[in-house]
C-alpha cells in the first residue's frame, strides 16, 4: 500500500509515459496471435493491465493507455504491410476504444462496489464480471468497426472478429484485474515456511496437470473438453486452501499453459487455427476464472463471518469482565449460579464464595423484606424488569449501597434464570447526603446565592437573595436575571456569560444590581460555571455581597485621601510617606518639581539614586535603624535637584502607627538647607589661616598654568599636524601615484613586493596623519537618525578586506531590536573602525578570529569587539586612553584617545578589558537618544 501511495503522488506526465511503454510492450506480443489484418487477439493482458492502473491510480491515466495501445497497434499494421494513411486512424481508434473499455469498466465497478475491496463478497464477483461484460463492448464495437470500414480483412468475417476482440479483452480482465484487485487482503501474505512449501507444492501440482491437459496430444481437428475437468479439482483445491491468492494461482497457471499450449498446437481445443484454438481455450478460461473467484469470495464470506462472531464473542465477554457493572444470575430461590469478575472489585467475594449461595444472605436485614417481596413480584411475570436499591455487606465487613435492576429471563432456555445488573452507588449516597447538607448551608448564608441556565433563567434562590434584593423566591424562581440588572449593565451581563462559555470563571467583580423597590446598591459578585455528570455547561452559580456600606467607607477613604495630597502638594516643603518595607509610596508636588521626576518615578527605592554617594552610606545606616527601632529620626545629606545641581537637605521622618498600634511605615519631610550650609561653610573658611588661603590659592594659579601650559602645547600640536598633513600628504600622494602608474604599465610588476610595500607604507603614512588631524579637529557631534548595524557592517567590510591575506576572521553577532540611534556617522564609524582595526592587529601569527557583537541593553548600544590576539599588561591598561601612548611598533598612540573623546562627546563611554596571551574585548556603550548637553556636562 506504500508503494501505491507513492506511485499516487507522482507526475501524471510520468505515470502516463511508463504506462504507454508498459501496454505497448505487452500489447505488441498480444498482438502476435490477432487474427491477419485485423488486430483482433483472443489473448488480450493489455486490457487487465489497463483496467487496474485506472482503478488504482485515477482516471487521469487514460492517455497512456491510448498511446501505448496506439504504439502497439501501429507497429503490428505497418508490419503486416499496412501503409501509414490507414494504419493511423485505425490504430488512434483502437487506442480510444481501449481507453474508453477501461474507464467505463472502472466507473461501472466503482458505482456497483465498494473502492476498497471490489471482489469481497459473491454478488461483487457477478456485478465485476457485469462490467467487465458491458466495459468491453465498446472496444470490440469500436476496434472491429475501424479495421472493417478503413481497412478490411479478406476471409475473416465481422463477427468472428468481433467476438474474438471482446472476449480476448474480457478475459484479459477477468485474469489479470483480478489479481490486482484482491491483492490488497492480508490472505496474500505468506506467514510461515510451512504455508510456503505449500504454495510451492499447489503451483506445481495446478503445472503438472494443467500441462498433461494443455500440453498433450490429441486425435487433431476435434474437441476432447471432458478432459479439461481434471483441472477443476486442483483450481477448486488451491482456492479453498489459499482464498483469493490460491485462486489467481490457478486462474494464472491454466491461462498460460492453455495458451502455450494452444499455441503449440496442443490440447482438447484443436480447430483450423490457432486463433480460433486460442478463442475456445479463452471461453474455457473465463469460467475457470468466475467458477474460482466465486468461490473465493465465498470462502472469504465465510471468514469474514467466523471473524466477526470470534469478534463480537470475544467483545461481548471483555464487556461483561471489564464493566463497572456487576452482572448475576440467580435461580427461583435467589440462588447465585454465576456472577461477572466485577464482582470481586464491589463486594470483595470470589466467584466461589457466592454461586450455590442466597443472595439475602449478605443483604442488610432492613432492605431483606421490601427486596423479598420485589422479587416474588418479579417472578410471576416472565421477561419483567424491576429496579431497586439495597445494602449489602462487603467481605471485610463494610456495607455499601447497590442499585440494579433485574430481568426474568427464567422461560428462556439459554438462561433460565433472573439476570440482575448492579453498580455501587455508595459514593453518590454520600454525595447526596453531602449535597443536601451543602443546600441547607447554602440556604442559611446571608450573601445571595443565585443558580440560573444558559439563556439566564433563574433555578434557585436563597434567603440571603431575598435579603438582598427583596424578592422571594416564588417571585424569582423561572424569571430572568436580568430583573436584577439596571439597563447600563446589560452589557455586562452579555459578557459575563460569554466568559463562562468559554470556561472562564468570574471572580471578585464589583458591580451595581436593582433591588425589588427600585434602588441601587453595590455588590461584590463571583459567578461559577455549572456542569453536568458529562462535563457539559448547563448553566452558572452567582454568589453577590452587598458592599454598599463598604464602597461608602472607600469613598470618604479617597476623599480624606486626596485633602491629604491636596494639603501636602500645597506645603513649602517636600513630603515623602514610605510602608512598612521601608520603601517610598507617596511624594508631594514639591519632592516631584525638586527632583524634576514624574509620579512614580521615586517610589520605591528610587530616591537613593538621588542621594550624593558619598552620603549614601551614612543615610541608609540611620535610615534602617529608625526603621528598626522605629523612632524619630533627622539627618542631612545632599540631594540631586532637577538640574543636576546636589543640594543640602535636611530630612525628619516620623513613624506611623494604626488605631491598633500597628506599624504602617514613616512620614517625613525635607528642607532646603543648602544657604545655611553655605553660610557655615563660609565660616569655617574665615576660621583658617590668611597664610593657608594664600598658600592653597598659589597651589591653584600654579595647577592652572599648567593647564593653560597644556591647553597651549595641544593647540600647538593642532596647528602642527595641520602644516604637517598638508606638507605630507603631497609627496606621499606622488609615491602612489607613481607606484599606481609602475604597475599599470607593467604587469609583471603587480605582485612586486617593493611596489605592495610601498603602497603600504603611504596607507600607513595616511593614517597617521589621519589620526593627528582627527585628534586636532575633535567637534561637537553633528547627530542624525543612524542605522547602527549598517555602519558595524561597512567597518567590518573594511576590516575584511584589509586583513584578508593574514587570514583574519571576522564573525557578527547581533541581537534583533535594533534600529536607528542618534549619533553623528562619521564620528561612530571612526570609532568603529578604529577598535576593530587595533583587533585586527593583535594576532601575532597569521590567521585569527574577531569577534563583533551588538545589543541592545534599555536605552543604550552595547558593541564589544573581541580578540584572543596577544593582549595588554595590566600595568597599561590605564595609559591606552593617554595621547601618543602606544606598545605598537607603528602608530602615533592615538587612535584609543581619540575613540574615547568621541565616545564621551556622544554621552557614552568605553570600557577595555585585556590579559597578555588571552585577547582583548573593547566595549563602547552609546545611548540610543542623545541627552541635553547641559545635562551631560553639569553630571
Not at 488512434?92 to 469498466?105: P, Q, R
Not at 436563597?462 to 449593565?489: C, F, H, Q, W
Not at 600622494?733 to 603611504?762: F, P, T
Request: charged letters at 25%.
Amino acid at each position: 500500500m506504500t508503494s501505491l501511495k507513492k506511485l499516487q503522488q507522482v507526475s501524471t506526465g510520468r505515470l502516463c509515459v511508463a504506462i504507454a511503454i508498459l501496454y505497448a510492450l505487452i500489447a505488441y506480443g498480444s498482438l502476435q496471435l490477432a487474427f491477419e489484418g485485423t488486430n483482433a487477439s483472443p489473448v488480450w493482458p493489455p486490457s487487465g493491465i489497463a483496467f487496474s492502473v485506472i482503478w488504482f491510480l485515477g482516471y487521469r491515466v487514460w492517455p497512456g493507455i491510448w498511446l501505448g495501445a496506439f504504439i502497439a497497434n501501429m507497429l503490428v499494421f505497418i508490419h503486416n504491410g499496412w501503409t501509414p494513411v490507414p494504419a493511423f486512424p485505425v490504430s488512434a481508434l483502437i487506442g480510444a476504444g481501449n481507453s474508453v473499455e477501461a474507464l467505463f469498466g472502472v466507473f461501472l465497478l466503482r458505482s456497483f462496489t465498494e473502492e476498497t475491496g471490489p471482489l469481497s463478497k459473491i454478488r461483487d464477483i457477478f456485478k465485476f464480471v457485469f462490467a467487465v461484460l458491458v466495459a468491453c463492448l465498446s472496444s470490440a464495437t469500436i476496434g472491429t468497426s475501424a479495421v472493417y470500414f478503413i481497412h478490411p480483412a479478406a476471409g475473416i468475417s465481422f463477427d468472428m472478429v468481433w467476438f474474438t476482440w471482446w472476449l480476448g479483452d474480457v478475459i484479459g480482465i477477468l485474469v489479470i484485474a483480478s489479481m490486482f484487485l484482491t491483492y490488497h487482503r492480508k490472505s496474500w501474505q505468506i506467514s510461515s515456511v510451512q504455508q510456503a512449501l505449500e504454495v510451492v507444492l499447489v503451483g506445481i501440482v495446478l503445472i503438472i496437470v494443467n500441462g498433461g491437459v494443455f500440453m498433450g496430444r490429441f486425435p487433431e481437428y476435434g474437441f476432447h473438453s471432458h478432459v479439461t475437468y481434471l483441472i477443476l479439482p486442483f483450481a477448486i483445491w488451491s482456492t479453498y486452501r489459499f482464498g483469493f491468492p490460491g485462486a489467481i494461482l490457478s486462474i494464472l497457471t491454466t491461462s498460460i499453459v492453455a495458451v502455450c499450449g494452444s499455441i503449440n498446437h496442443l490440447g482438447p481445443f484443436l480447430g483450423q487455427r490457432v486463433q480460433e484454438d486460442l478463442v475456445i481455450v479463452q471461453c474455457f478460461m473465463g469460467v475457470i476464472a468466475v467458477t474460482v473467484l466465486t468461490l473465493a469470495a465465498a470462502l472469504y464470506e465465510r471468514q469474514k463471518a467466523e471473524e466477526d462472531i470470534k469478534y463480537n464473542e470475544a467483545r461481548f465477554r471483555s464487556l461483561v469482565e471489564n464493566s463497572f457493572e456487576v452482572i448475576a444470575m440467580v435461580d427461583r430461590e435467589g440462588k447465585v449460579v454465576y456472577t461477572s469478575p466485577p464482582t470481586k472489585n464491589v463486594l470483595g467475594y470470589d466467584n466461589s464464595e457466592l454461586i450455590g449461595h442466597s443472595m439475602f444472605e449478605w443483604m442488610h436485614p432492613e432492605d431483606v423484606p421490601g427486596i423479598l417481596e420485589i422479587f416474588e413480584g418479579l417472578l410471576k411475570t416472565p421477561g419483567a424488569i424491576v429496579h431497586t436499591v439495597c445494602r449489602m455487606q462487603r467481605k471485610n465487613g463494610s456495607w455499601c449501597w447497590l442499585e440494579g435492576s433485574g430481568c426474568n429471563l427464567l422461560h428462556q432456555p439459554a438462561v433460565e434464570a433472573v439476570v440482575i445488573n448492579y453498580r455501587d452507588i455508595t459514593e453518590r449516597k454520600k454525595y447526596e447526603e453531602a449535597r443536601v447538607h451543602f443546600a441547607s448551608i447554602v440556604e442559611s448564608s446571608d450573601e445571595a446565592i443565585i443558580s440560573k441556565s444558559l439563556d439566564g433563567t433563574i433555578t434557585s434562590w436563597n434567603r440571603g437573595a431575598e435579603k438582598l434584593y427583596g424578592y422571594t423566591s416564588e417571585e424569582m424562581i423561572g424569571r430572568s436575571i436580568e430583573v436584577l440588572v439596571p439597563e447600563d449593565k446589560k452589557e455586562e451581563l452579555a459578557e459575563i456569560f460569554q466568559d463562562l462559555e468559554e470556561g472562564r470563571k468570574i471572580e471578585l467583580l464589583e458591580t451595581i444590581r436593582q433591588r425589588k423597590d427600585g434602588s441601587l446598591i453595590d455588590v461584590l459578585l463571583t459567578v461559577s460555571p455549572l456542569h453536568n455528570d458529562a462535563g457539559m455547561l448547563i448553566g452558572a452559580s452567582s454568589i453577590a455581597r452587598n458592599i454598599t456600606e463598604r464602597k461608602k467607607a472607600q469613598l470618604a477613604i479617597e476623599e480624606s485621601e486626596r485633602r491629604f495630597r491636596t494639603m501636602a502638594d500645597t506645603a513649602p516643603v517636600m513630603i515623602w510617606m514610605s510602608g512598612e518595607d521601608g520603601l517610598y509610596s507617596f511624594c508631594n508636588k514639591a519632592w516631584l518639581v525638586f527632583t524634576g521626576q514624574s509620579v512614580g518615578d521615586d517610589f520605591g527605592d528610587g530616591w537613593r539614586k538621588r542621594i550624593h554617594p558619598d552620603d549614601l552610606s551614612r543615610c541608609m545606616k540611620v535610615y534602617l535603624k529608625a526603621f528598626k527601632s522605629r523612632e524619630e529620626f533627622t539627618l542631612d545629606y545632599r540631594l540631586k535637584r532637577a538640574d543636576g545641581v546636589y543640594r543640602w537637605v535636611l530630612d525628619t521622618g516620623v513613624p506611623r502607627f494604626s488605631y491598633n498600634g500597628y506599624f504602617g511605615g514613616f512620614i517625613g519631610s525635607c528642607i532646603d538647607i543648602t544657604e545655611r550650609k553655605m553660610a557655615e561653610e563660609i565660616l569655617r573658611r574665615d576660621k583658617e589661616s590668611l597664610e593657608q588661603l594664600v598658600d592653597e590659592r598659589s597651589k591653584e594659579l600654579i595647577k592652572t598654568q599648567k593647564e593653560l601650559k597644556q591647553f597651549s602645547r595641544l593647540a600647538d600640536i593642532g596647528t602642527l599636524a595641520a602644516t604637517v598633513a598638508h606638507e605630507l600628504r603631497n609627496p606621499l600622494g606622488v609615491i602612489h601615484l607613481a607606484a599606481y602608474n609602475l604597475k599599470k604599465e607593467k604587469a609583471e610588476l603587480n605582485a612586486n613586493k617593493h611596489l605592495v610595500n610601498i603602497e603600504k607604507k603611504v596607507w600607513e603614512g595616511n593614517q597617521i596623519i589621519d589620526n593627528l588631524l582627527s585628534y586636532a579637529r575633535i567637534k561637537i557631534p553633528n547627530y542624525e537618525n543612524v542605522r547602527i548595524l549598517n555602519v558595524l557592517d561597512e567597518c567590518v567590510a573594511s576590516a575584511q578586506g584589509r586583513f584578508a591575506e593574514k587570514g583574519i576572521i571576522i564573525e557578527k553577532k547581533y541581537d534583533d531590536g535594533m534600529d536607528f540611534i542618534e549619533a553623528d556617522p562619521n564620528q561612530i564609524r571612526e570609532i568603529f573602525l578604529n577598535i576593530i582595526n587595533n583587533a585586527c592587529q593583535a594576532f601575532a601569527a597569521p590567521g585569527g578570529k574577531v569577534e563583533v557583537s551588538a545589543r541592545l541593553e534599555g536605552e543604550q548600544v552595547r558593541v564589544s569587539v573581541r580578540d584572543k590576539g596577544v593582549g595588554i599588561a595590566q600595568e597599561d591598561l590605564d595609559k591606552v586612553f593617554e595621547p601618543f601612548f602606544t606598545r605598537k611598533s607603528k602608530g602615533t598612540g592615538l587612535g584609543l584617545t581619540i575613540c574615547n573623546e568621541l565616545v564621551n562627546l556622544h554621552q557614552g563611554k568605553i570600557e577595555i578589558s585585556s590579559r597578555l596571551g588571552e585577547g582583548t574585548t573593547v566595549c563602547v556603550f552609546l545611548p540610543v537618544h542623545r541627552r541635553n548637553y547641559a545635562e551631560t556636562t553639569h553630571h
